[in-house]
C-alpha cells in the first residue's frame, strides 16, 4: 500500500507521454531529421521544470519520501564522458525510437515489441555496473 502513489505517479507520467506524443516514434524520428520542433518543445519544457524543481530543493532544503535531506553533489566536469555517453545514450534512442521512460510507456501501450528494447536497456546497465569501477569518471 506504501507504493501506490508511485504507481499512480507512474501511470500518470505515462498518460502524459501518451497525450504529448513523446512516445510516438515518428515524433522522434522527426526530431532527430529536425524536420520538428515538437519534441524539442517537450524536452526543453523538461529542463525548465527541472531547473525550477532542483532551485525549490534547494531552496526549501526538502526532503525525500522517508525524511532524508536531498544532497546535490556536485561532480567533475568532463567533456569525453559527457560525449561518450550522449552518444550511446543518443544511439539507443534513435535505434529503439525510445528513450528510457517511453520504453515502459510503449509496453503499457501493448507494443510487446518494445519487450526487446528494454531487455536491451537492462543488459547495457547491467554491464554497465560490472565495469563501472574500470571506467574514467
Not at 510507456?105 to 555496473?129: E, K, R
Request: proline fraction near 4%.
Amino acid at each position: 500500500m506504501k507504493g501506490i502513489k508511485f504507481l499512480l505517479t507512474g501511470v500518470l507520467f505515462g498518460i502524459v507521454m501518451t497525450k504529448s506524443e513523446a512516445i510516438s516514434w515518428y515524433r522522434i524520428q522527426e526530431m532527430f531529421r529536425f524536420q520538428s520542433f515538437h519534441m524539442y518543445g517537450i524536452i526543453g519544457t523538461a529542463v525548465v521544470l527541472g531547473a525550477i524543481a532542483t532551485f525549490i530543493i534547494k531552496k526549501y532544503k526538502l526532503r525525500d519520501y522517508e525524511g532524508n535531506p536531498i544532497v546535490f553533489t556536485p561532480k567533475e566536469k568532463s567533456v569525453p564522458r559527457y560525449l561518450i555517453g550522449g552518444i550511446i545514450f543518443g544511439l539507443g534512442w534513435a535505434l529503439t525510437g525510445a528513450c528510457p521512460g517511453p520504453l515502459f510507456v510503449n509496453l503499457g501501450y501493448g507494443y510487446l515489441s518494445f519487450l526487446l528494447a528494454i531487455a536491451g536497456a537492462l543488459a547495457g546497465t547491467y554491464f554497465y555496473g560490472l565495469i563501472r569501477d574500470r571506467l574514467p569518471h
